[in-house]
């Protein structure tokens, strides 16, 4: 059984920085997306950034710029470098890994809380 543990939310002020990391514990093939997600009060879950195997990295419009998502194969860990952190970037945060070929897996985190005070 393949777990997600997240560590490095907290309360930070605005204009802080914060750095997420989320380690794999169990067995998962490296071709797949990693990701963080995050959920606001009242609001939905969105896609903060993704970080595929190939390389390839996306991000929030919101967070461009500001936040670096990065991952260590080896490690089976994923980080989100979050710099310039803004009130509005409060949430929790989720991390994800997904492979959409066979054997298919989507996996969640438990979440850790992100707080920026203004």
């Known amino acids: 059984q393949v777990q997600l543990v997240e560590s490095g939310g907290g309360l930070v002020q605005a204009g802080g920085s914060l750095r997420l990391s989320c380690a794999a514990s169990?067995?998962?093939?490296?071709?797949?997306?990693m990701g963080w997600y995050r959920q606001a009060p009242g609001k939905q879950r969105e896609l903060v950034a993704g970080s595929s195997s190939a390389g390839t990295a996306n991000y929030a419009d919101s967070v461009k710029g500001r936040f670096t998502i990065s991952r260590d194969n080896a490690k089976k860990t994923v980080y989100l470098q979050m710099n310039s952190l803004k009130p509005e970037d409060t949430a929790v945060y989720y991390c994800?890994?997904?492979?959409?070929?066979?054997?298919?897996?989507?996996?969640w985190g438990q979440g850790t809380q992100v707080t920026v005070s203004s």
């Open positions: 169990g067995s998962i093939f490296s071709i797949n997306t």
């Open positions: 994800n890994v997904v492979r959409e070929i066979w054997p298919r897996y989507d996996y």
